[in-house]
């Protein structure tokens, strides 16, 4: 079956531009989850939905990001204002529910000029 | 929060076994141990998980420490594609914020 599918897979854009990342999760998967991976390093936990629900915002960067998730079904991520630090790989993952293992995308290369 | 440490890289001959550790002294009674793997210019990809007892699965064994202080992911038979970052991370399935911290993982090179 499908997996988790983001768009755009890579994006370059100016500083100061706002950006959507968007996240298509595995059907059925209540839960989702984004991640961002700077080069050559591990991946940052950002933030975890049950449903389209957030219990915890706290691992967003800055207030210059934001996620939203409609339903059980696609999420996207806003960066507002971006910054050159904002440059990296965005991940999204979901999994049946929050117990479950997680299933990712191939993320979202963001680059920012 | 760092919660696992593991060794930043490994080799590993084509076929032999690989036996990649992963200490986690802190963990707490409700923290399963997972295991990710990605390859260049992928995502991460489920690789096992266990709470106390040794699990196997096709891809994998994991072996957990008595005391659960570290834990042991052998994978039987090493091959070129096997050549992946490693992350092991703890989870513990009450926190509902469901944070996961990967770290930075051990990257194996297989050796042909």
């Known amino acids: 079956g499908a997996g988790v599918s983001q768009s755009p897979s890579n994006k370059v854009t100016e500083k100061g531009k706002d950006v959507e990342l968007r996240c298509d999760p595995i059907s059925g998967h209540t839960a989702l989850y984004w991640y961002r991976q700077r080069l050559g390093q591990g991946l940052e936990f950002l933030i975890y939905f049950q449903g389209n629900s957030a219990p915890d915002k706290s691992g967003l960067p800055s207030d210059r990001f934001s996620a939203e998730r409609t339903g059980e079904s696609v999420s996207t991520l806003t960066i507002q204002r971006t910054q050159q630090e904002d440059s990296a790989v965005y991940l999204c993952?979901?999994?049946?529910?929050?117990?479950?293992?997680?299933?990712f995308g191939d993320g979202t290369r963001l680059s920012i000029l | 929060d760092a919660k696992t440490t593991q060794p930043n890289s490994m080799e590993s001959n084509e076929e032999e076994p690989v036996h990649l550790p992963c200490n986690h002294s802190?963990?707490?009674?409700?923290?399963?141990i997972h295991w990710y793997r990605q390859l260049p210019s992928q995502g991460p990809e489920y690789v096992i998980h266990g709470l106390t007892s040794n699990v196997n699965n096709r891809m994998a064994s994991l072996a957990i420490a008595e005391d659960r202080k570290s834990s042991t992911l052998i994978l039987h038979r090493a091959t070129l594609r096997d050549a992946a970052v490693y992350y092991c991370i703890l989870r513990d399935v009450w926190d509902l914020r469901n944070q996961f911290y990967f770290g930075t993982g051990t990257s194996l090179t297989v050796i042909p």
């Open positions: 993952a979901s999994s049946l529910d929050r117990i479950q293992p997680q299933h």
């Open positions: 802190t963990i707490s009674g409700t923290d399963y």
